[in-house]
């Protein structure tokens, strides 16, 4: 769902999708009671810049902190659709008996082809056509239709095959709890930083009481040293990078202590 266009975008390229619509129209409502813990989330934030020398900008923090609880409540539902669909072990079972069956069919189709059987099989190729003259120019066609079917047969068996092996070898669920996995930490780590001007500590400080809070305010109820330990098994993940500036690649610097 990650980078799908907004519904009633205005463009013509993109009709307007029931499903999508529903979906973002429940996003919406969750982000309106979102609203609901702004003050709360952005006093947290003020304290934390107040004991920096970075000023703190009310509506640049409101709009980055919104921003992510979006991309939080998008993910989620891409993970319930995700969870809508047919099980991956049950998705390699079918593709593999689609593909046995394509072979069957590929294999039948070409025994065919060299039998006396084909005679019979091109006369009702014909009628089903309205040809009335069993001409030479129509057995000819009538061999390219099947010369083409059995490869497109095998292109499709070949197909099915693959698909069944990437479905087999996709990677398991993110790191982290299904209410906060670590990528959702690391996001708003860099959010916490650019908006306080402080690295966002694994302890029981402002970063980890600003997470909880934040999920708090997305309708999502989390104990706060659940967040805690979500943001070390994030920290750790990290490494080194844990905790980088945002601006880092383009000359910034990394702030010299964490909260």
Same mark, same amino acid.
């Given at each position: 769902?990650?980078?799908?266009?907004?519904?009633?975008?205005? *463009?013509? +390229?993109?009709?307007?999708?029931?499903?999508?619509?529903?979906?973002?129209?429940?996003?919406?409502?969750?982000?309106?009671?979102?609203?609901?813990?702004?003050?709360?989330?952005?006093?947290?934030? /003020?304290?934390?810049?107040?004991?920096? &020398?970075?000023?703190?900008?009310?509506?640049?923090?409101?709009?980055?902190?919104?921003?992510?609880?979006?991309?939080?409540?998008?993910?989620?539902?891409? %993970?319930?659709?995700?969870?809508?669909?047919?099980?991956?072990? +049950?998705?390699?079972?079918?593709?593999?008996?689609?593909?046995?069956?394509?072979?069957?069919?590929?294999?039948?189709? *070409?025994? @065919?082809?060299?039998?006396? @059987?084909?005679?019979?099989?091109?006369?009702?190729?014909?009628?089903?056509?309205?040809?009335?003259?069993? @001409?030479?120019?129509?057995?000819?066609?009538?061999?390219?239709?099947?010369?083409?079917?059995?490869?497109?047969?095998?292109?499709?068996?070949?197909?099915?095959?693959?698909?069944?092996?990437? !479905?087999?070898? $996709?990677?398991?669920?993110?790191?982290?709890?299904?209410?906060?996995?670590?990528? =959702?930490?690391?996001?708003?780590?860099?959010?916490?930083?650019n908006i306080t001007g402080r690295?966002?500590?694994?302890?029981?400080? &402002?970063?980890?009481?600003? !997470?909880?809070?934040?999920?708090?305010?997305?309708?999502? @109820?989390?104990?706060? /040293?659940?967040?805690?330990?979500?943001? $070390?098994?994030?920290?750790?993940?990290?490494?080194?990078?844990?905790?980088?500036? &945002?601006?880092? +690649? =383009?000359?910034?610097?990394?702030?010299?202590? %964490?909260?």
């Open positions: 769902m990650s980078g799908t266009k907004p519904p009633n975008s205005g *463009d013509e +390229d993109y009709p307007p999708d029931a499903r999508l619509q529903a979906i973002y129209a429940a996003i919406e409502a969750r982000l309106a009671e979102f609203d609901r813990c702004r003050d709360d989330l952005l006093a947290m934030l /003020q304290k934390v810049c107040e004991r920096t &020398p970075k000023p703190f900008d009310e509506k640049y923090a409101w709009r980055h902190v919104r921003f992510y609880a979006w991309r939080y409540l998008e993910e989620e539902e891409a %993970s319930a659709e995700k969870r809508m669909m047919v099980p991956a072990a +049950d998705r390699v079972d079918r593709l593999r008996q689609l593909g046995n069956a394509l072979r069957e069919a590929r294999s039948k189709l *070409d025994e @065919t082809r060299h039998d006396v @059987t084909c005679v019979v099989l091109f006369e009702e190729w014909c009628k089903a056509r309205g040809i009335s003259d069993f @001409t030479d120019r129509h057995v000819d066609i009538f061999e390219d239709a099947l010369a083409d079917l059995i490869a497109g047969l095998a292109y499709m068996e070949t197909a099915a095959s693959r698909a069944a092996e990437q !479905v087999r070898q $996709k990677p398991g669920r993110p790191g982290g709890t299904g209410v906060l996995q670590h990528d =959702i930490v690391i996001m708003l780590e860099a959010a916490y930083q690295r966002g500590g694994a302890g029981p400080g &402002p970063f980890a009481q600003f !997470v909880t809070k934040f999920l708090e305010g997305l309708g999502r @109820t989390i104990t706060q /040293q659940s967040v805690i330990e979500a943001i $070390k098994a994030a920290k750790k993940r990290q490494g080194e990078q844990w905790g980088q500036s &945002p601006f880092a +690649d =383009i000359g910034g610097e990394t702030p010299p202590s %964490s909260l």
